[in-house]
């Protein structure tokens, strides 16, 4: 399977990054960099985030009050934001998770009727 690189102008996709970060910070607090590595790993390298496309996202979480920030060290002992969700964001990931199921299986549904 071919890498599949997310940027800002693909917006079609960025529901999608969207639920993506909410999903991974739901296991635990993760800076930025850590997110995109994360869903890379998760996804087998099928996808890339780009810092184009990650910050804006993290930055509409942020809007909706569905994630926070604090600083601390990151792995190699620099300074880094960590992003976590809030109660809000939590809710909105289950949400999600339940339009995404529905949304996958009629799309499932449309191209396996051919």
Request: proline share 3%; no cysteine.
């Amino acid at each position: 399977m071919g890498e599949t690189s997310l940027t800002k102008s693909d917006d079609l996709l960025q529901g999608t990054l969207d639920l993506m970060i909410l999903k991974v910070l739901s296991l635990e607090p993760l800076h930025g960099w850590a997110i995109a590595q994360r869903i890379r790993q998760l996804s087998k390298d099928a996808l890339k985030v780009n810092q184009g496309a990650l910050y804006p996202a993290l930055h509409r979480l942020e809007h909706q009050a569905w994630r926070k920030a604090s600083w601390g060290p990151s792995e190699n002992n620099r300074r880094a934001k960590y992003y976590t969700l809030t109660k809000a964001g939590r809710d909105r990931l289950k949400s999600e998770e339940q339009t995404w199921e529905r949304l996958s299986v009629a799309v499932r549904d449309v191209l396996e009727a051919f």
